[in-house]
């Protein structure tokens, strides 16, 4: 599988490489041509990366220039860094005025730049070799227009009603299951199913919310949980957690199961656990157990969402099964995230057969699409629909198709810097939290952000 981090970790480089020939030049006056060489070199790869990031998902050749790419990316990093310090290190030393220092400064400065212009010519003699190989794999030289970095605006977790289409039937389906509970069940299990992609949560929501739901239920928790196991936080700490919503100082399992019946007393109950992956059969029954234990009122309720069949056969018999949706509810979800009025201009009403068939029955492909083409002009449409090989594939199932397209969000950032720094996210377990102060400083040590900077021609 390709790694798509590799085009932004060049690009970066590169980017690093470019500016150490512009600001340093004047101080390697022997590396003069081979800086200018490096120039031209650089240059001409970074039109090469756009069309190799795009093409390396299906073809082997092409990932593997990459990472020949990066290697050499990082020998010459190793060269920039090195000449970093050695600035720095010139600097410091003309603090200082001791004549034998000078002396001594002189020489070693003259072996250092020989020592350097010697390194900058091996990289461009493998970057030159490079270029020629971006030719040969039949590489499209494409110059990508800088694209504007808005301001990140922060959005709140409430499910919009107008969000959740073409699933009516399969809302009033569990809400009958929720509502008419039989006479005698003190706790009853509904789990829905469905692969990645398919609104399991957003449906989870709409029902959580739902006006009638509220009245039916005298208290609602929400919780998003990976997986069951003796390893991760009791299930009920968390239950109680978000009941009182504070932190619990006590960790003992009796004490928290009495404050949970002190919480929950008589009241009715709806316990939505959204995203489960994995589940230990033993503690889901002793978990389930203990619930009916603490209310012995009728009618509570636990919602389940998940993508894995095995897992909700655990939690229940009667499992919900999510299906694809229709075409015209997709094109109605990718219309609502493309245009603010949701009215397509008459130009672009031909690409809604293409649009429809790359959404695959899935509202999030649907929903990336739509976000990634909105504000775009037709031949911005065309190019992005018609000349890129990650939705280019007919045979796919539901899963990879959503992959695709979520990795052409990705392609689509605006710089190799905000690649970086999402890709970094794929370090950290699902579902962890983190402080964002400490995530930027993370960002920071690994060299991801730059300032921005302003340039005039």
């Not at 073409?166 to 509502?179: F, P």
């Not at 229940?316 to 094109?331: E, I, Y």
């Not at 102060?437 to 300032?451: K, N």
Request: net charge neutral; glycine share 6%.
């Amino acid at each position: 599988m390709a790694d798509p981090v590799i085009g932004a970790t060049v690009q970066v480089v590169l980017e690093k490489l470019l500016s150490l020939t512009i600001e340093e030049a004047k101080s390697l006056r022997n590396c003069k041509k081979n800086l200018r060489m490096l120039t031209e070199n650089v240059s001409m790869i970074q039109a090469f990366i756009h069309d190799a990031e795009r093409r390396q998902v299906e073809d082997q050749a092409v990932q593997e220039w990459l990472k020949m790419l990066e290697r050499v990316a990082e020998d010459a990093e190793y060269v920039f860094d090195e000449f970093r310090y050695e600035s720095l290190k010139a600097e410091v030393m003309k603090i200082r005025n001791k004549l034998m220092e000078k002396v001594r400064n002189f020489f070693s400065h003259t072996a250092f730049k020989c020592k350097m212009s010697r390194k900058i010519n091996n990289i461009n003699e493998e970057l030159r070799d490079i270029n020629q190989s971006a030719r040969g794999l039949g590489l499209q030289s494409l110059i990508v227009p800088s694209r504007q970095i808005l301001p990140i605006r922060e959005t709140d977790s409430i499910v919009v009603a107008s969000d959740v289409v073409g699933r009516d039937n399969d809302v009033a389906e569990i809400k009958r299951k929720m509502l008419n509970i039989r006479e005698g069940v003190v706790l009853c299990t509904i789990p829905i199913v469905g692969m990645g992609g398919l609104g399991k949560t957003t449906m989870a929501k709409k029902i959580f919310n739902d006006e009638e739901i509220k009245k039916h239920f005298d208290k609602r928790v929400w919780l998003c949980l990976p997986e069951m196991s003796e390893t991760n936080k009791s299930f009920l700490e968390q239950i109680l957690e978000s009941l009182t919503e504070r932190k619990l100082e006590v960790q003992n399992r009796d004490t928290i199961v009495k404050k949970l019946r002190e919480e929950l007393g008589g009241n009715k109950y709806l316990l939505v656990l959204d995203d489960l992956w994995r589940v230990d059969s033993t503690l889901w029954h002793e978990f389930v157990d203990t619930l009916r234990g603490i209310n012995t009122s009728r009618g509570n309720c636990i919602l389940v969402t998940t993508r894995m069949k095995r897992v909700a056969s655990t939690v229940a018999g009667d499992l919900h099964m999510l299906g694809k949706l229709a075409d015209d509810h997709c094109w109605s979800i990718f219309k609502q995230r493309a245009f603010a009025d949701g009215k397509v201009p008459e130009e672009m009403v031909s690409m809604e057969k293409r649009i429809v068939e790359m959404c695959q029955g899935l509202p999030l492909a649907a929903s990336v699409l739509g976000g990634l083409l909105c504000n775009k002009e037709k031949h911005e449409w065309q190019a992005i629909l018609d000349g890129n090989p990650l939705v280019a594939g007919e045979d796919d199932n539901g899963e990879n198709s959503i992959k695709k397209i979520l990795k052409l969000s990705y392609d689509y950032l605006p710089s190799p810097h905000l690649k970086k720094c999402f890709a970094y996210f794929a370090m950290f377990p699902k579902d962890f939290e983190f402080e964002k102060d400490q995530l930027i400083q993370l960002w920071m040590a690994e060299g991801f952000l730059c300032p921005c900077q302003e340039t005039t021609q």
